[in-house]
């Protein structure tokens, strides 16, 4: 369920896939690639890629029939995996990501949409003025659709949903039961790219953004789709206004996040988190369960399971107290 | 004048209120109360919650005739307010109030607007494209309303203002000469909720949203209503951009708060007070007349007057100084 | 090119400015001013302002024949520049200023604007539902511009721009190849007035925005036009999400900044800067090229070239984490 909405313009062939990166090597079997993905989700057929230490684990167990690596990385591999060696890995990956999905990059603005009036759900929908609707849309029962919202292309809407004014989605799955209130920005591809001298290169973004039963969206946020993966809010989770939330964080369960809080690309937040006003998450962090973080804090590290934290860098909260009495 | 816009449903006889609560106990005199409100502003007739020994001075002078508490609290409520022993006194509170007031708990979006061309305001206010006015919105002399604004119902504005494009207010009471720039949200619920597994429960808002005389307020700016008094905005006080006010926060006359700060529910700031840009300050707090607190301050403690702070936790500027020389 | 928009209502004679602001001289030959300028970039004809010991360098090598300031700083202007010695340079300066250029105190929303249907971009731009354009606005070959975007007066676009849905932009030169999301207010006077009691005086913004080359503007973002000088983004500097970029400030190029930073008035950032989420920077501080500023971060003073600093305030990173091991 990583990508429901990206066209996959495969299969290719390994040996185009290396010719294009100009790699010297060439593939005895040219054999056809389906997909590109990520270690953990890979399978028989796939390419995937493996850039840190970090990943060794899941490297081990991959099932995928490629891998772009590095010389040093490569023997984390199992048997089943052929490493093409490149020098940059993230950069190869976004290549290869591009050619398997060329609409991730383009994030422009979403010509296909129409007034809502001229739609399927102009007698199925509560909605205000001005609203405009996408290709691949697909809104349930009992929903409500405030005033100069547009819904872009990409976009499944559950039931009972309550939509507020001027939002901005695309590429977003929505349970049943979410509101998003005012003035959001969802699932527009994240701040991921390679810099490069006078020309950046945006990196693509096939996930999505994906919002569990029941959660809450405040006034004013921002939630970009994932790159590699999703970007989840889970079950019962409540946003406040103003936060913002970067491409892949996975927020879980019934967890309450204040204002103005910023969670950087790719961490993960547990079930039942409590986290305080203008917080913020460094990426790339493991935030366990029934942690509370006060606010203002700036987590740099990750946190496990059931602590209280507050400070910047975060630390226990009782040290916090005690060091700033 | 705490709330000029939500119906009240009252007056209920207080035996259906208990009987509603599943309480185990019955009142002889079946008296009818006619609202519920803070201990504060209660008056005889009136039901009213205490639920924290921080505002025991106020329990022993409420006017109230009933009072929502606990059963180690109620000993500080005078002879003429009737104790309602309960286990959860917000969470009563919230259930009680939601049937006094039922519109105060949805916030969808206004359905009821029209055009603005469609209303008696279309010869009286100079307005741009797309502009929407709500039930129950009165507008003075001499105002501006930018593009694609949505005035929602229960909207006051005086003479002489300004608001921007792209804003969303309701529930809002604007004096003369307020200048609302753009992308704003005002008057929405605030970040209230009692947690509970799978369904979090929102509680009622009935509380407004105040500007005083010459205010401004910032672009992309949240100010959320009160919930059970008024988030108030003080005369010739000025919010930079991207400012987020919590609900029931009340900010007192001139004073300056600079771009990206961010004030927790039921805190108090004083006159005169400079707030530099990106600070923070936790909820129900007092802070003092003419204080000034640094840019990036974490405040979370009352602040006397005149005083000046820096730091998080924010402490006196000079100590901040001395201490990261 | 400080200011290709605002009409300049000069020249004025001066002893008319004297007059205006009721000093008590006179000018004996009472010859024409053109403009009011900064000490830099000052000529001859032209009236400047020196308000601070900070800018003695500017001051001894301006090339205005006037100067507004004081008593103790005029020893420091060169004799071909008059002292004009007034109680408070910045106050007369805005007064002056806003004489020069009295369109440039006004930040109501743009009447002039009309849909884009009705302008000669009908045929020449991709554009989205419900787009408006004001006066004095020119847009280039191969430009995309979304949904409800307002490009009010004094706008340049150039070529192969990409503007999203639901922006405000007025005042603002958008060079080639700029990407602009969502929701972004750009152009928009800076939060510069003078305090006074009960009714704050606005003082005149007669900068623009300019955004340089490859440059890209994160969702809700907002950037201040400037006072006396321009709001730069520069070449392929990379802007995430909810970033506040105040008036005057100019950030170099091939920097790159994460979701939430706010960058206080007149600060100078240089190239190949990359600052983490949530920073501040406080206002008139200059950061040199290839600096590294951590997320969270709280700048207070200036930053050498070539630093990597962490922390609130920011020090050394290497101190920041050994002093929070």
Known sequence: MLNPFFKNQGPLKINDIIKFLKLNIKINQNQEISDIKDL??????NITFYH???YKDDAKKTKASFCLTTESLKIDLPKTCEALIVDNVLLSTSKITSIFYPESVNDNFDESVISINDTEFKNKVSFGKNV???KNVSIGEN???GHNTIIEKNVV???NCSIGSNNIIRNTLIRNSVRILDNCNIGKHGFGFFPIKDKNLRYPHIGIVLLEENCEIGCGSTIDRGSMSNTI????TFLDNQIHVAHNVKIGENSIIAGQVGIAGSSTIGNNVKIGGQAGISGHLKIGNNVEIGGGSGVIKDIPDNSKVMGYPAKNIRDFLRDNR
Chains 1, 2, 3 share one sequence.
């Open 233 to 236: 809010i889970g079950k019962n």
């Open 132 to 134: 405009l609707i996408g």
């Open 52 to 54: 840190s230490k970090k």
């Open 157 to 159: 809407v559950g039931n």
């Open 143 to 145: 929903c409500k659709i």
């Open 40 to 45: 953990v989700s890979s399978n028989k057929g």
